[in-house]
């Protein structure tokens, strides 16, 4: 004999409801594959620079896109070293305690930051569309 529930009880989940969310799910996973399409396509036409601070001024604009792999320090502060490597750029050397810039990575998206603040320099990402990418024509 089956043991019925006690009146007022309902299960967990029925079927109705593991339906809503199967689909509530496919809705979302779509959604964010349009969304990533449309970041990547736009990512890939913009211009990247890196742009370094010392002491809250602009001191160094390093260009991402142009390919060219390079290390170098600032001569406001040498003991802070960055690499620049396929179209990123990261900190690899810095005099301080905690080396919490050193662990940022690798940066090579717009909007991203990184900073030593012992040394008082910081990175950020710059984009800007490329202007030879035409959307319409009038004539």
Not at 9 to 16: D, I, M, T
Not at 41 to 63: F, M, T
Not at 104 to 122: D, E, K, S, Y
Request: hydrophobic share 45%; aromatic share 8%; proline share 2%.
């Amino acid at each position: 004999m089956k043991q019925q529930q006690a009146k007022g009880s309902r299960a967990f989940l029925r079927r109705g409801d593991l339906f809503i969310i199967l689909c509530l799910l496919l809705v979302a996973g779509i959604a964010y594959g349009v969304f990533w399409l449309f970041g990547q396509k736009h990512q890939a036409n913009e211009i990247l620079q890196a742009q370094i601070l010392c002491d809250g001024k602009l001191v160094k604009i390093v260009d991402l896109t142009n390919g060219i792999d390079e290390i170098f320090s600032l001569d406001q502060r040498p003991d802070v070293t960055f690499e620049v490597k396929q179209g990123k750029i990261r900190f690899i050397n810095a005099k301080c305690p905690d080396k919490l810039c050193e662990h940022a990575g690798f940066l090579g998206t717009a909007h991203q930051t990184a900073a030593c603040i012992p040394n008082r320099v910081a990175v950020r990402i710059v984009g800007k569309q490329s202007s030879s990418n035409v959307d319409a024509v009038a004539g």
